[in-house]
């Protein structure tokens, strides 16, 4: 059957105030526009579904079936435009995000603070997964964007890059004799991320270029891990220098200067093809009008 939506709106509206007039008032339409409409929707449907009284109207037999079932769906229907109205005022919503410990914390993270003091009730899901298998959950439409180190290379996916980032080694005190020209030759002396990292990706690519493969004496899953076990003399890490930053500064650990230090990379937020919320794209544009 092709009815009319509004057809159901007046219809329900009818039943539940058993009077055309109140109707008509509530809905601010005439009283024949509610009559004419009540008519199509009982010819449309074959039945009547109104008795008409000198106090009003009350619903019939096929009329109560027909207004459970309509008014469940108007219900449905007003809600729906509710909270589509909330999440394009960002009122509530959700925004999935794959990112790192490094991108989080050194990219993410001011931008996330400053988005929640704005929009207190948008719910922000983080994942925590390495690039590629963060790229994949991009790539699948299970995230909104990412935030991943480079290098990196994607042409299916909008790159912005946000941030330069530097890999230094370091190393604890009873190893701060180490000479730049030495570190390459330590290498079977590193603690380096695991194998499935970007990050340690891009360090085999840097060390073959260098004429040697790294054999790491420990592989960590993160870059705290890394700092505190050159903190404790136990091999020569590499890491991102913001991670560093606060060890070398309290003398925990040294960064150890090479002859031919490992070149900047960059963080880069990506996008997939797929369309993502409001409140994503709010939350992109601060990162990137940044």
């Known amino acids: 059957m092709n009815i009319n939506y509004d057809w159901y709106k007046i219809f329900c509206c009818v039943a539940e105030h058993e009077s055309i007039t109140l109707a008509s008032e509530k809905l601010f339409i005439s009283q024949p526009a509610v009559s004419q409409s009540i008519l199509r929707l009982e010819e449309t449907v074959g039945c009547t579904l109104f008795l008409r009284t000198p106090k009003g109207v009350r619903l019939t037999a096929e009329g109560r079936i027909l207004y459970q079932y309509a008014s469940a769906g108007i219900a449905a229907f ?25 991108t989080l914390e050194f990219c993410l993270l001011p931008y996330l603070e400053e988005f929640h003091k704005k929009y207190p009730n948008i719910n922000i899901a983080i994942t925590n997964h390495s690039t590629p298998q963060t790229l994949q959950l991009l790539k699948q439409g299970k995230i909104d964007f990412a935030a991943v180190s480079g290098p990196l290379s994607s042409p299916e996916l909008d790159l912005f890059p946000v941030r330069q980032i530097r890999d230094i080694f370091i190393c604890g005190e009873k190893m701060q004799t180490i000479k730049a020209d030495q570190v390459f030759d330590l290498k079977d002396h590193l603690i380096l991320l695991e194998n499935n990292t970007s990050t340690r990706q891009f360090l085999n690519h840097e060390f073959r270029k260098r ?10 899953a993160t870059s705290p ?17 913001d991670f560093a930053k606060n060890a070398i500064a309290n003398g925990e650990v040294y960064e150890v200067k090479v002859s031919d230090p490992l070149p900047s990379r960059q963080i880069y937020v990506v996008q997939g093809a797929d369309l993502h919320s409001k409140a994503a794209d709010m939350l992109l544009q601060m990162i990137l009008s940044k």
Do not use: H, Y
């Open 78 to 102: 007003s809600e729906g435009e509710r909270r589509l109205t909330a999440m394009l005022r960002l009122d509530i919503g959700e925004i999935r995000i794959g990112a790192s410990d490094m």
């Open 211 to 220: 004429g040697f493969t790294a054999t790491p004496k420990f592989e960590l």
């Open 225 to 241: 891990q890394i700092v505190s076990f050159a903190a404790r003399n136990m091999g020569i890490g590499c890491v991102v220098s």
